[in-house]
């Protein structure tokens, strides 16, 4: 379950991410006993797992149970194990914590893996905690820090050709900027946020984009464009199966 995790990983930021995320709903209950087995015999296999599956919990609605074994196979593993693990252990539960609503706790994990990363010198993850930062420090009133956050993981992204964080990385500039009331701004970085997406068939990305520009257009009131894209949004968001976004749609 450890090399079926790892080997998941990379699919559910591809295009056949809804596949994949069915395949891991199906073996839920068989990650849970592989995860809890590892725990007490193979704590680095434990810490495999909930490293590699950590968007699948994100998507399908599994907050709480992911920061719970998350935090469960750091604490087992301690500091001595591998750093690369460690560091996608941390910024995982950052994810959680962020949607859940504590910054705080958030910004603290995702500081810890962006440490992690650097010290690895892992590129990908250094860019994608520096996106999730750059949100958290725009949830704690910061736009100025989320800002430069969001631009060094584009710079990032952008040398590693890594059109994917790259669209993340714009997405979290137009969530900055349409903070400061700079609409028109956001919309632009929302658009070329989501034609990258379509570009590169990340379908998982498509529909946050989407809501941001229904947001957006809400708010320059242009509510039939706003409706349009809600309504996009609540499709996508039911084919993916992703609880969340369902709510958002709705909201």
Known sequence: YARLSEAVEPELNQGKAVQWLETLEQEHDNLRSAIEWSLENQPENALR?????????LRRGYLSEGS??????????????DPKLRASAYFGIGLFTRRQGDSEAAELCLQ????????????????????????????????????????????????????RISSLALNSLGEIVRTQKDYEAARRFYEEALTIAKDESAKYLIPTYIIN???????L???????LYSLEYLKLSEELEDKIRIGHALN
């Open 49 to 57: 797992i909930v490293g590699a599956i950590h968007y699948f919990w």
């Open 68 to 81: 719970k074994w998350t935090k469960q196979a750091l604490e087992k593993n301690g500091e001595r194990a």
């Open 112 to 163: 810890e893996s962006l440490r992690l990363a650097r010290e690895t010198g892992n590129k990908r993850l250094i860019s994608t905690s520096l996106v999730s930062l750059a949100l958290v420090k725009m949830d704690q009133g910061d736009p100025t820090q989320g800002k430069a956050a969001a631009e060094e993981s584009l710079t990032i992204a952008r040398e590693l050709n890594d059109r």
């Open 213 to 219: 520009l229904a947001a957006v257009a809400c708010l």
């Open 221 to 227: 009131e242009d509510y039939r464009t706003a409706r």
